[in-house]
């Protein structure tokens, strides 16, 4: 079965620092570009931060560059982003999501671009 599972999520206070882990089993990191995912309660989702499958290649939403970075451990099928200096409008469920992408995808089509999603990690900032 292919699936992936997100953890890391917690209660922070404004400034404070957390590190969300996806683990993907039943397929290799190796042939899939990651991205994580956020909605707040009554927003859309959006994307907020993407790794290629070689892991050459990251992006970020502007909200959180400077404070938030993507890395990948395909030895243990693991993607982890670190996010630092938190705010509460970085409060909502996180997801990440997997796809094998083409040159046709872009930072903008990322959305319905994934092929396997989480269930999410709920993040709350306040204080």
């Known amino acids: 079965q292919l699936h992936l599972v997100e953890s890391g999520g917690g209660f922070v206070q404004p400034g404070g620092s957390l590190r969300l882990s996806c683990a993907a089993s039943?397929?290799?990191?190796?042939?899939?570009?990651i991205a994580w995912f956020r909605q707040a309660p009554g927003k859309e989702r959006e994307v907020v931060s993407y790794?290629?499958?070689?892991?050459?290649?990251?992006n970020f939403a502007d909200s959180v560059k400077g404070r938030f970075t993507i890395s990948s451990d395909n030895a243990h099928n693991t993607v982890y982003m670190q996010m630092n200096s938190l705010k509460p409008e970085d409060t909502g469920v996180y997801y990440c999501a997997a796809g094998i992408l083409t040159g046709g995808s872009s930072w903008y089509s990322l959305l319905d671009d994934m092929d396997y999603w989480g269930k999410g990690t709920l993040v709350t900032v306040s204080s």
């Open positions: 790794i290629s499958n070689g892991g050459d290649i990251t």
């Open positions: 039943g397929f290799n990191l190796d042939y899939y570009s």
